[in-house]
């Protein structure tokens, strides 16, 4: 069954199981992903597709993707319709990209944008992104091969019931040349806290990471700096090689990061057990005192609180608490979770960091 | 009767009134002082004096000063034959300077020094630091005539057993020319943090105030940086005016500063109390869960602390345990307060930091 987001409220509040649940090495890999770019053969990429074209291809998609059947209740959402704050959440909730729904202060959105997602959101399908379809499958912690089957089978009913620009030489065109092949790129995302203040040791660790064909970026904030010490690491290549070739690379060099990041966090612990008490206890401290919280803080202070959940000096809350808390402190959650505030304008920024600072105490105040 | 100071932990723990109580306008000033300079007839300067003329001296002063009776019970402390633990302790107390009881890191300690002191640490006199004998009066809050009017009667009393250097064309001889004179410092210690947060008030004030003579320092810390916002406003000029002109100086200026720094807290109040409630607040947070706190960052703390309590922001304390408090988380009191550490070697500035974190979260935690 296909249906609206009903109730931004209620969507804000409850998180897909993927994003909240820990899975496997949860310490270090919050999650896992694979995106699969297509394109429908007969329409021009979406960089020389005017706005008609594009209403028309989606509309011709909307039916077909609806009716998958990809789950018991799915949602398809058209972005130039949606309000500020859907798009807000959508984003943050990785269900679309920046691209796709861009807020106002951006650019204008463009006509016969949309996306189809599952109840659950594990799986999410872009119309007219940077492609005509990119599916995209999501799931708990070091998972590439899961997100990968997943995104193979919605691919795989998507193909039965229209064709996609492919050649047998080169595989699936894309838009973008770095994307023609399988189309593939697979990503995790690491929470990478003590290697983040060794830098010499992140550093190191990226190096050889990028040496081997993959890109490391962090998550949140602009250029090198990475709010909350979340970092997302992909496959770059896609031409030439297999999808599982291009997974096998990703879960070869995560297991290695996630070594090193754990027996950083020992060093520390064994070097420093007072000063990292200290400034886990402050940072508890402030979360639960500040009647003014920016996002960039925040992130930082949650992420000496998860820091201290692994090496076992805080435990006032947990896992699942603080993978739910670092999405709904971003601008469209908090707006989302007050009352009577989900489909109004943007708040402002002093608005938006005292309703986070209201909204930290609330959720990380012990029990 | 005189005595030894006992028991350096009870010491430490039981601070003398005009510390812990507000006086007059404690909303601003915090106590009032007034010292005199004074040197004994037919013995050079200290600067000219050698070693056993010192000892000499101040063996004769010893039956003088406590002969006085200044009080049901005084202390006589040599600061030679005192524990490291305990000079950190008459320092942070105001009993003594940092002239005449040098720590062990900064240069020995020179025989001949001394100090005598009330039970209740209203009057003090140091013996051999600059001058022969510093006669000094404390009180709470605004309130230099009474520390004028002590610190008289304790000068009178000494002068009629003993001959002062003195001419009737220049009044009291001293060391140093600036105190030629009356011999007289008044001096007030002011806490001005909303003066502190718009700078350009704050120098303004200044400049006016060293206009009239008066000098301004930060009491805390280096140079210009006044930590935990504490200034000491005093008296330049001695020679050529009256011992009550010199009062009178400083209690003119004095009540326009407190004006001053009253209209600026009600305006920051006015302006951004979000943003005074989130940094009240969060000082309270991290001073009740920090697990390592250096002074400045204690006192920059407490200085919010102070400036909630004043603006009805923090209610969780009282002015009497932030003035308490202001004194015991400096280095000597830290060390002394805790159990059979009071005659020990100076402990290493990670434990004091450790051990300053305990005692503010146990001072300050909500009752």
New interface residues.
Partial sequence: MNSPVPDLHRFADRLGRWISESGPEGDVVVTSRVRLARNVEGFPFVSRLSPERAVELSGSLQPVLTGLDLSAETHWVDILGASPVLRLLLRERHLVSRDLAPSAEERPAQPGRAVLFTHDESVSVMVNEEDHLRVQAMSAGFSVEAALLMARAVDQRIEARLRFAHTPQYGYLTCCPTNVGTGLRASVMLHLPALSLVQSERDKVFTAASRTGLAVRGLYGEGSRAFGDFYQVSNQVTLGRSEEQLVAEISEIVPAIVRFERSVRSALLEDNR??L??RV??S???L?????MPTGEALAHLSNLRLGLYLGLWSQGSLETLNRVRVQIQRGHIQALQPKQEEGPLLDS?ERD?LR?AFLRQVLAAR
Same sequence: chains 1, 2.
């Fill in positions: 007072a000063g008490v200290d206890s402050r508890y401290g402030v639960l005192t500040s009647r003014s002093n005292r600072a």
